[in-house]
């Protein structure tokens, strides 16, 4: 689905820091049918991704300590009013509003638990051309140790609501919802993931089979975390993986949107 303009707390970007982005290209290329681009020399070896001419992604050079991961910019009118905004409910900031170029505006933040995320105040640049198709991102999930904590924190910064998903349980599901929409998901980190995984927001592209994807990505050198899997009555399936250079995230073949 093409999209032109984002509303105010909806997840509008996403993009990868990784030690080798010429080879993370070659990899997304590959699995997604991704065009990847290079930016201009002022954007420091960022550059864009493209599914039918529109952009869909960005990658470049690793910023954060750690592991490269995949990050979440949530779209917003005013970046510094939601920095104003996160200071005030206890979540903490990486990196203040700054411009990039005359793309828009941005930063960067950790909530209460530590899960990182971005803001995006558009410029030109107006966040995913498309969304909810094949190579395409199509949903935002925040994997927290804290699941009330996050809720209360998200809530206040963004105006979203909480949608509990089945029964009450350590393994219940949330969705994130703006005026009765669902823009996301929450769920509590597994018992079984390791410790040392800080709470994250998990990003998931669309695929037309699951299986084949999975299967493809190990081709291509990355691995399969958690292998294919039925959700919603087998109205979706998912799976989770990692790349060659280790940035996990996901694949999901049917629509997680509301």
């Not at 001419?53 to 050079?61: D, I, K, N, S, T």
Request: aromatic share 10%; with cysteine; proline share 10%.
């Amino acid at each position: 689905m093409d999209i032109d303009t984002y509303e105010h707390g909806v997840p509008s970007w996403v993009d990868l820091g990784t030690p080798d982005p010429a080879a993370a290209g070659e990899f997304y290329s590959a699995l997604f049918g991704w065009d990847v681009q290079p930016g201009p020399p002022e954007a420091g070896g960022y550059a864009m991704c493209y599914l039918r001419g529109r952009m869909v992604a960005g990658l470049g050079p690793q910023q954060n300590p750690g592991p490269p991961v995949w990050s979440t910019y949530i779209n917003v009118d005013d970046a510094d009013a939601t920095a104003a905004a996160v200071t005030a409910n206890g979540g903490t900031t990486l990196v203040p509003p700054m411009e990039v170029m005359d793309s828009g505006r941005m930063a960067v933040f950790a909530d209460p638990a530590g899960a990182a995320f971005g803001v995006w105040q558009p410029g030109t640049h107006r966040g995913a051309g498309i969304r909810d198709e094949p190579g395409a991102m199509c949903w935002n999930e925040l994997i927290t140790t804290d699941v009330p904590g996050a809720v209360a924190f998200y809530r206040a910064v963004f105006g979203w609501e909480a949608s509990p998903q089945g029964e009450s349980s350590p393994a219940a599901y949330t969705e994130w919802q703006l005026g009765g929409r669902s823009i996301g998901g929450l769920m509590a980190k597994p018992a079984d993931m390791p410790a040392e995984v800080p709470p994250y927001w998990m990003v998931y592209f669309a695929v037309a089979d699951v299986d084949a994807s999975t299967t493809r990505v190990s081709e291509l050198g990355g691995a399969v975390v958690v292998p294919g899997q039925d959700i919603e009555s087998g109205r979706m399936r998912f799976a989770v993986v990692t790349d060659p250079a280790g940035a996990p995230f996901s694949v999901l073949a049917g629509s997680a949107d509301g």
